[in-house]
């Protein structure tokens, strides 16, 4: 049963293997899925052929999520070419290894790029697409990390953009109220990932030795907890961790 078929959706960071497969996931489901990419539009046209392979229409589209002018077009683009907007996935980050220990080498500008890239964007996105998602009584669906809910991650910044992504959850689950749904997952370690691989080997180990189910999180796991927000219409503000059951993210 395609339960999502007739919604539209918009996946930032597309591109990438978290936010490929949750694209592919719900073309699976029926939704048409607008993929977004900066960078990397190679790997978008991958996803975008998984989601036609999937059975379901779609669009790549390129979106730099520091540039509040980028964000206002995307919008607009999908609105113009769809006429509505039901689910939006702030999936797109950005993260540089650097170990908590090291202050000097996380440089103001490092900061900046971090925060602005996985807070203050998935902010001005939720806020630009606000009155389409009201409109369509539709979903948000942040992906934070488990870095956000304890302190271990590929950086300091990294993990505090996390953590202020989590309370944005919260908090925007309250100012789009009672019209939208507002609600985030916070994968750990996830093999094979471009984030993954930057994260410094030694908090790689960490996670693969601490997870109490001997395997770190999955794809597949992450994909599917965004179509169960997507299918629940009395869930808000809530974060969820799949880490393989990671006991300082156990919450």
């Known amino acids: ?21 949750i ?8 939704a048409t899925v607008v993929v977004s990419y900066v960078g990397f539009e190679e790997g978008a046209e991958r996803t975008l052929d998984a989601v036609r392979k999937a059975g379901a229409d779609g669009m790549t589209l390129a979106l730099d999520q520091r540039d509040p002018e980028s964000i206002e077009s995307a919008i607009r683009q999908v609105v113009d070419q769809y006429s509505r907007l039901d ?5 797109a980050a950005w993260n ?11 440089t103001p500008d490092i900061w900046d ?56 959850t919260r908090c ?32 790689a180990e960490g996670a693969r030795r601490q997870a109490v189910l001997k395997r770190v999180g999955a794809l597949e796991d992450i994909a599917e ?11 808000t503000g809530q974060t969820i961790v799949i880490d393989g059951g990671m006991p300082g993210a156990m919450r």
């Open 1 to 21: 049963m395609n339960v999502l078929k007739g919604k539209v959706a918009l996946v930032t960071g597309g591109s990438g293997s978290i936010g490929g497969a």
């Open 23 to 30: 694209a592919e996931r719900l073309a699976l489901e029926g």
């Open 87 to 91: 689910i939006l996935v702030n999936n």
């Open 96 to 106: 540089i290894g650097i170990p908590f220990p090291d202050l000097d080498a996380l």
């Open 113 to 168: 790029q971090v925060l602005e890239t996985n807070l203050r964007g998935p902010f001005l996105l939720a806020r630009a697409a606000s009155p389409a998602l009201k409109a369509s009584q539709g979903y948000v669906i942040n992906i934070s990390s488990a870095g956000g809910v304890s302190p271990g991650s590929s950086s300091i910044a990294y993990s505090s953009s996390k953590a202020g992504l989590n309370h944005l």
């Open 172 to 203: 925007l689950a309250v100012g789009m109220a009672p019209e939208v749904k507002v609600n985030c997952i916070a994968p750990g370690l996830v093999e094979g990932t471009r984030m993954a691989n930057r994260l410094p080997e030694r908090s």
């Open 225 to 235: 907890q965004v179509v169960t927000f997507c299918r629940s219409d009395s869930v």
